[in-house]
Structures are given as structure tokens and as C-alpha cells.
DNA sequence: CGTGTTATTGATAGATCTCAAAGATGGTGG
DNA sequence: CCACCATCTTTGAGATCTATCAATAACACG
């Protein structure tokens, strides 16, 4: 697995796109590596934002828990993608903590060495930018779709935003490639696991989605997106 | 009015602190000068995103809207802070509208320009990788609130935020020193303005808050700050 | 086969939204 | 200076969505 982590792979990640091949080298040398374990935390919510990283391989979730001890998922992270983004914007603290959901790989950079190398290759701290700029948007996203959504569009959107990141093709449609419960879907949508169970199950019903434990494959994603869109019909 | 529009004042913003005087020239000398009308637009949501804004003095606010025509404030600009940072993150649309609430003044640059400054002076980068990631942290916590608080709560934060932004000292508290109406105060909490102005009539019975037509008083923030924190008692 | 986790399901209660209407408020123009 | 108008706000009653509470069921694993 660690054989993986060279120029081409590093060039593949948005944030460091754009880099010559000695900018690479130069990133690279400063890289740490490290594996997680399926269950393990990469950083824990409040702890000091020593460092940022670039997921190998493997997937995370990275989730906020709340003063009475409720979860809200912040995001899923999927190979390529960066997380611990605070410590590369300046932030203190990590906000989440970050979880294995598989067995993964990541690299990362303290950060000193973070702000070293955005100095040196300031490429690098714009495609920082871009990529924090697109993390903020699709924040946005979800407080609009919380602040004006009814539950079972919500956790469409979350589905069909899921099957994009992390989708496998697969003989009954689009499955989603990571174990994922009801309670996950829960956490990312702003409800409770029960909602989640009954919407599924109605859908499994209709035809749109096929579910199973900790899975879920999208058989029908136009449904889905007709149900995510819907103003304000019945169903079942 | 534009006679503030100087070095100091440049220097006093997020995204150039940190500049020597020669460079705060040089941003100063790209800027255009532009000046909005209470009710004016700055740009739209959908518009290409073609320069991002520093507002000098007045108030803004930027709103998305849903396809069945609801709104949801994103966030009201204050003096100094910066707007459409999409432009700056390398975004191609404004995902959201932005309309003066009070006659306002402000100074900007294309997005091109602003790619050329970031060059010449990585640290303007650096400044606005700290700015994008502080609303993204922002962005999490709404997000966080909104899933897991109940509508009561979410005001009581709303209005403390609002209180931290842009709060003025008055006898009898701490006044929102912008006009904002209940209408406002829902979509910036995901409820109806129906739900706002029940609640705000008690807490202005309980001496908790003072409102009146687009204003409001915090006239006890210790209270404010209990209801929002509060885990799950009932009230009046 | 236990055993712990995850998922399903039914009944009920409550928080909010919706619908509807009436009351304030402040600005404007005659 | 006053009447009028557009906005903004308040309030009530009823409808609904969704959370909660409480079990049971299905599943995976050692």
C-alpha cells in the first residue's frame, strides 16, 4: 500500500494540483505517513490541530458531538481527499474527530510544515483555498437543505451526495461503497435512526433504493432525485 | 466616505493583515470603489462569480433562495468583512444573493486581479484560507445546530451571534444595530416568522429580550445564552 | 449457539408549520 | 397635518411531521 504513495498519486490530489514534479519531491519528503485501523481516530475533536492529511486510502467519517453527546456527521472521506482542514486554515483545535470506517492510510503535515510549503509553492495554498471554498458550499448546501427540507428529501439528497463521493456500479444500480447505518445516515441528515429505517424500508417497497445491513445501493436514482426535488406531494 | 478608503483601513482587514505598506498600495491600487442603496444588489445568486468585495461601511446580508422560493440568509456583512469569497476560492457562479440592508460602501476586485494579488503576496492567500476556513467552522456549527436544536435554541444562538457581530452597547442591553425582522431571524434559523415572533413576545415578557418592528435588545444575555445552551426543560 | 449490534415496527406525544385574520407601524403624498 | 398604504407583527386553531418510548426481530461473529 505505501508503494502507492509517489509523485502521481501526491499530483492526483487537489491539493496539490498544478505542482511541477520537484514542488512534488519537496511535499512529499515532508510527508508523514500513517495507518488507521478500522474503529481507530486519526484526531479527536478539541485536540490541538497539529497537522493535516491527505487520505490514501480507505475511508472516514468525521463527526461534531454535541454537549449532550449527540453525533452530527460532517463529512465522509474517501482516497484523495484532504481532511483536517483547520490546521492548514489556521485553526487551533480540530472541530471533529476523525474516525475509520475501513481499515486506511493517510499522509500527512504538521502545521509548520504546512505553512512552509504553501510559502514556498504558493499554488499549493490556493488549491487550498479552492478546496476549502468548495467544502464551505456544500455547507451551505446542507443548512439550506436542513433549514428548508422535510426529512425524506433530506435524506435523499444525502444518498444521491453519498453515491457521487463513494458509488460503485453494480448489477442493481449504484451501491454506496462503505458500511453505512441507519444511524450514520442519522447523523448526516438530522434525524433519528427510526425516520431512517421507515423511509428506507418504503422505498425498499418501491423499488428505489435496496438496503441491507449497514448497506445501501440506489436502484433507481431518477426516483430518488424526483423524491429529493419534490415540492410538497404524498407517496407509498 | 472614501476619504477612510486608505492604507489603515486595508490593513485593518482579515485578508491583507500582515502586509507592509508597499503592498497594501499595491491591493489598494487594483480595488474598485463601488456604492449600494439599501435594498440594492451587489450581485446575484447564479451570476458569474467575476470579483469578491470588502464592504467599508453599512450592513449587507446574503441569502440563497430554493427553487420553490424560500430563503436562507447565509450571513450578514459587516464593516470590514469580506463577501463573495468565491471569487477568491475560484468558484465560477455566486451561490447566493447579496442586498444592502443599510446604504452601504464597499471595494472589490476581479476575480482575476485577486489571483494576481495572491501571487505577488502569498500571505493575502494565507489570510484568506484563514477566513474561509473560520466560515466554514461556522458553517459546521449551524449545521450542527440544526440538527440537533430545537427552534428555541437556534434563536437564542442566532440572536447572540448577530448580538457578537454586530451588537451596540444601549442602556437597556445589547441592541442588533441593524434593522431585522422576525422574516429575517427565520431564515436565518430554518423556522417561520410566525415561530419567531411567539417566541421573542415571551422572552420580552420573561425581560429576557426587547423587541420592537426590525429591532431587537438583548437586555439579558446570561438568560439568552441558558435557553440556548439549555438540554430539555420547558419555559414561561 | 450465545451475545452484542443493528434494524424494524407500533403507538403516542409534542413541537412546529400552515392557514387565516386582524393589529401595529411608519412613511408618503395630497 | 392627516389619511392611506405597504410592511411588518401578532395571535389563534388545527393539521402534520417527526421524535420518543418500548419492544421485538434480524444479523454477524466468535
Known amino acids: 500500500m505505501e508503494s502507492k504513495i509517489d509523485r502521481s498519486l501526491l499530483g492526483a490530489v487537489d491539493m496539490f494540483r498544478g505542482l511541477d514534479e520537484s514542488a512534488l519531491d519537496d511535499v512529499l519528503r515532508a510527508a508523514h505517513r500513517r495507518r488507521i485501523r478500522r474503529g481507530e481516530t486519526v484526531f479527536r475533536q478539541?485536540?490541538?490541530?497539529?497537522?493535516?492529511?491527505?487520505?490514501?486510502?480507505?475511508?472516514?467519517?468525521?463527526?461534531?458531538?454535541?454537549?449532550?453527546?449527540?453525533?452530527?456527521?460532517?463529512?465522509?472521506?474517501?482516497?484523495?481527499?484532504?481532511?483536517?482542514?483547520?490546521?492548514?486554515?489556521?485553526?487551533?483545535?480540530?472541530?471533529?474527530?476523525?474516525?475509520?470506517?475501513?481499515?486506511?492510510?493517510?499522509?500527512?503535515?504538521?502545521?509548520?510544515?504546512?505553512?512552509?510549503?504553501?510559502?514556498?509553492?504558493?499554488?499549493?495554498?490556493?488549491?487550498?483555498?479552492?478546496?476549502?471554498?468548495?467544502?464551505?458550499?456544500?455547507?451551505?448546501?446542507?443548512?439550506?437543505?436542513?433549514?428548508?427540507e422535510r426529512v425524506e428529501q433530506r435524506i435523499a439528497h444525502a444518498l444521491l451526495r453519498l453515491a457521487e463521493q463513494a458509488g460503485k456500479r453494480v448489477a442493481a444500480g449504484v451501491e454506496i461503497e462503505f458500511p453505512l447505518s441507519r444511524q450514520d445516515v442519522a447523523e448526516v441528515t438530522g434525524t433519528t435512526l427510526h425516520t431512517v429505517s421507515r423511509t428506507l424500508r418504503h422505498w425498499q417497497q418501491d423499488g428505489v433504493v435496496a438496503v441491507g445491513r449497514q448497506r445501501v445501493t440506489i436502484r433507481d436514482p431518477d426516483a430518488l432525485l424526483r423524491i429529493a426535488e419534490e415540492p410538497a406531494e404524498a407517496a407509498s
Chains 1, 2 share one sequence.
Open 46 to 148: 478539541g485536540d490541538p490541530a497539529q497537522a493535516f492529511f491527505v487520505l490514501v486510502d480507505g475511508r472516514l467519517k468525521v463527526a461534531q458531538t454535541t454537549a449532550e453527546g449527540q453525533q452530527v456527521v460532517v463529512r465522509f472521506i474517501g482516497p484523495r481527499e484532504m481532511f483536517g482542514c483547520v490546521a492548514v486554515a489556521g485553526g487551533t483545535s480540530y472541530p471533529g474527530t476523525a474516525t475509520a470506517i475501513s481499515d486506511s492510510f493517510a499522509i500527512g503535515w504538521s502545521q509548520a510544515t504546512t505553512q512552509n510549503l504553501m510559502r514556498r509553492h504558493p499554488q499549493i495554498a490556493l488549491n487550498a483555498l479552492g478546496t476549502v471554498g468548495s467544502r464551505l458550499q456544500e455547507a451551505h448546501s446542507r443548512v439550506r437543505e436542513l433549514s428548508t
